[in-house]
């Protein structure tokens, strides 16, 4: 890295703006989140949670048997963009409590907050056209 480069990093870190702007970036993706579990746990037809945190994605828990599948497909044609999360699984067989093909996750990091509970809003009602609302959440 040049020189000039690494002094004026050095300078931004010893202003202090880096460390401002570490905090007000956690501030927000920590309030991104609350709008998320909160809107998750009101709008859901059942229990996705718990939700743990840190990170930039949700991770939610669907009924046993739901088609992750189309609603990931109904949700994309209505803006909500979420991801099956089977694929995020090394060992589907061995995810003890969680049904791998019936987990999702949502990502919060660039949605503007703003648009949070309204896109929450949405996946919900695709989740219970999808039957979410009727499914077991045990296996």
Same mark, same amino acid.
């Given at each position: 890295?040049?020189?000039?480069?690494?002094?004026?990093?050095?300078?931004?870190?010893?202003?202090?703006?880096?460390?401002?702007?570490?905090?007000?970036? $956690?501030?927000?993706?920590?309030?991104?989140?609350?709008?998320?579990?909160?809107?998750?746990?009101?709008?859901? %037809?059942?229990?996705?949670?718990?939700?743990?945190?840190?990170?930039?994605?949700?991770?939610?828990? &669907? %009924?046993?048997?739901?088609?992750?599948?189309?609603?990931?497909?109904?949700?994309? $044609?209505?803006?909500?963009?979420?991801? *099956?999360?089977?694929?995020?699984?090394? /060992?589907?067989? *061995?995810? &003890?409590?969680?049904?791998?093909?019936?987990?999702?996750?949502?990502?919060?990091?660039? +949605? %503007? /907050?703003?648009? +949070?509970? %309204? &896109?929450?809003?949405?996946? /919900?009602?695709?989740?219970? *056209?999808?039957?979410?609302?009727?499914?077991?959440?045990?296996?």
């Amino acid at each position: 890295v040049p020189g000039q480069v690494q002094r004026a990093m050095a300078l931004f870190l010893d202003s202090g703006d880096y460390h401002r702007a570490l905090r007000l970036h $956690r501030e927000e993706m920590r309030r991104k989140w609350q709008l998320m579990t909160t809107a998750a746990e009101e709008f859901f %037809p059942f229990p996705a949670g718990p939700f743990p945190p840190g990170g930039l994605t949700l991770w939610c828990q &669907g %009924p046993y048997g739901l088609d992750v599948a189309g609603v990931v497909e109904e949700a994309a $044609r209505h803006g909500v963009l979420l991801e *099956a999360g089977e694929a995020f699984f090394s /060992a589907p067989e *061995a995810s &003890g409590r969680h049904d791998p093909a019936s987990s999702f996750r949502l990502g919060y990091g660039a +949605i %503007p /907050a703003q648009r +949070i509970r %309204p &896109g929450m809003a949405v996946l /919900a009602d695709v989740l219970r *056209a999808a039957g979410a609302g009727t499914l077991s959440t045990r296996g």
